[in-house]
């Protein structure tokens, strides 16, 4: 394989930008690739992005879709069914030239002193623009302003807008507007990737139409016999006194405008370019259909173009964001690159978020039962008026729900693991040997979170909460913890740590020993009338430092604020 090291595009002259495709400043490094970048097309015809004046180019032709020369293929030895025959695209008569002199000096932008340039290839007017202002050696400020367009409403049609303006002096300016045929197509100089060349000349002259401003010609390929008509014409729009002269001569047509500009005032030049293909049709008709196409184009006038040319692009990107407007509803991004299939990655993403969310409900519910198991009892799902037990005790309330949740979830979360199986073989482009799992696997796990999450909903709508037991419970278990505040004010007050810490254990220990007998708590008690205390702190100062209830912080502030914040999400 040949390796051919990148090139890099310069940010400062190729700036990114989201609807447009600039580059501003003249950059003769990368002509190859801007030739190809800058290119405007209609399916039927194509120009490549070379620049108006001709020079300098890559290989700036136009080309028509399926307008070819054909060769015969030799070999060494004949067999049957091999091809006989090749087929090479060709270039038509190229009528993008606009070659531009001013005192007499030509317009060559390799040497010119260019201030101000900028190219934009714009995807909504569907236009290449050019602006900028040439420094002529004689001190001359000349603006070059040009706009081309390859017709979406029309597939024979382009045209180009070139408007000169001398800023600061008067001076004679021409503008030789040319169409040019290129007899020999480009070799391919030993890369195989490159189309056949020509030695013979492979268009000929069949029709030449020469009128004012127009210039129409018809043309015969050589060996496939296939037809062309190539026309333009022109509008000359200017203040400035000029004068016109047309002509064609060895496979060159110019329409040469000649002007004496003034300072500061336009000189504005509508080109209007057809084309006509034939595989059977003379090229006089072509010609003729050519000249029609013109007077069409004369007549409705380059706004109208570009009126048409904006209404298209318009239908065309409205169409085309579907695919965005559709991802922005789903929530998801859209691959910039993808083979015959979406890459199964999104399978696993999917399948990911899925189970996280089963994951948070999965502990939901976990903590639901543990709380509302008899010996906590502060929290319980519904329970109906008629629903019984699961066995023939009729108090017992089963966390049936609850339960579902978290079979439900368990279940769910092994579907990842899949997931990635399927994105991680998938073989090359594709792979058919997760079809059948994914037929279920996904309407499976949709289905499932449905499930947990309908019922999650309705166990919220009907919590009980036990606002007795959560008492019971705090009255209970609370002074234990009560215990730590207590140590910390003991060691303010003076009193040596590790004793206290000591003792506190041996204090809660007792309290729990009697606890556990089924007696109420007594640590409130043993800790208020400890004597090794009581050096340090009075009773009614250790008995609130035992009250709990004040451990709380801004837990119910928190709490609501996070309410407060699912609410507004609900609601939206």
């Known amino acids: 394989m040949i390796y051919r090291k990148g090139v890099k595009r310069p940010d400062y002259v190729y700036p990114a930008d989201p609807w447009r495709l600039v580059e501003k400043r003249f950059y003769p490094r990368l002509l190859p690739q801007t030739e190809t970048f800058f290119a405007t097309a209609n399916g039927y015809m194509g120009m ?47 009528a993008k030239i606009m070659r531009l002199h001013v005192d007499d000096e030509p317009l060559y932008l390799p040497t010119a002193d260019l201030v101000g340039f900028e190219r934009v290839l714009d995807m909504k007017s569907g236009t290449l623009d ?45 503008i030789s507007s040319q169409i040019v045929t290129r007899q020999n197509g480009v070799g391919n100089e030993g890369d195989p990737r490159r189309s056949r060349g020509f030695q013979h000349r492979v268009l000929a002259t069949e029709d030449t139409r020469v009128r004012d401003r127009r210039i129409v010609l018809g043309h ?18 200017t203040e400035c006194p000029h004068s016109v002269d047309s002509a064609y001569d060895d496979d060159v047509g110019k329409v040469v405008f000649s002007a004496d500009a003034k300072p500061g005032v336009p000189i504005r030049i509508v080109k209007y370019i057809t084309y006509h293909t034939s595989r059977s049709a003379p090229p006089a008709e072509l010609c003729d259909r050519a000249e029609r196409t013109l007077d069409r184009a004369l007549q409705h006038g380059f706004t109208d173009l570009l009126d048409g040319q904006r209404e298209y692009l318009d239908g065309f990107w409205q169409a085309s964001d579907v695919e965005v407007r559709v991802m922005e509803r789903l ?10 299939t979406y890459p199964r990655k999104q399978d696993w993403l999917v399948l990911n978020a899925l189970a996280g969310l089963a994951g948070s409900l999965y ?41 579902k949740i978290d079979s439900l979830a368990r279940m769910l979360a092994q579907y990842p693991r899949l997931g990635w199986d399927n994105a991680a073989h998938t073989l090359l482009e594709r792979t058919l040997d997760d079809s059948a799992n994914r037929r279920t696997s996904l309407p499976e796990t949709f289905l499932i979170t449905d499930e947990l999450l309908l019922v999650t909903k309705k166990i919220c709508e009907g919590l009980r909460v036990d606002e007795a037991a959560m008492k019971r419970n705090f009255a209970t278990y609370g002074p234990f913890a009560a215990s730590e505040r207590v140590l910390m004010t003991l060691g303010k007050a003076g009193a040596d740590r590790q004793i206290m810490h000591e003792k506190i254990r041996e204090l809660t220990m007792q309290a729990w020993e009697t606890l556990s007998s089924g007696e109420p708590n007594p640590l409130i ?24 209830s004040g451990y709380i912080g801004d837990a119910p502030s928190r709490a609501k604020a996070l309410t407060k914040q699912i609410q507004e999400i609900l609601d939206a």
Do not use: C
């Open 130 to 174: 050019r602006q900028f202002i040439w420094e002529t050696q004689s001190g001359k400020r000349v603006r070059v302003e040009s706009k081309r367009l390859v017709s979406l409403q029309h597939r024979h049609l382009a045209a180009i807008s070139y408007e000169v303006t001398v800023q600061n002096a008067e001076a004679p300016v021409v």
């Open 220 to 237: 015969k390929t050589s060996n496939s016999g296939m037809t062309i008509a190539s026309g333009v014409d022109h509008v000359i729009e």
């Open 363 to 403: 502990k939901f519910a976990f903590d639901l039962r543990i709380l509302q198991s008899p010996p906590i009892g502060e929290l319980g799902e519904p329970f109906g008026k008629l629903q019984v037990g699961s066995s023939a005790m009729p108090f017992k309330r089963n966390p049936i729900d609850a339960e």
């Open 525 to 548: 008690e043993l800790i208020a009338n400890e004597p090794s205390f009581l050096h340090f702190l009075d009773t009614n100062e250790l008995r609130t430092l035992m009250d709990a």
């Open 48 to 94: 490549r992005g070379s620049f108006e004046e001709g020079r300098p180019t890559f290989d700036g032709g136009t080309f028509v879709n399926g307008f070819y020369e054909s060769w015969p293929i030799i070999y060494g030895e004949e067999a049957f069914g091999f091809a006989e025959t090749g087929q090479t695209i060709v270039e038509v008569p190229d």
């Open 331 to 340: 929530g998801l991004e859209a691959f910039p690159v993808a083979t015959q």
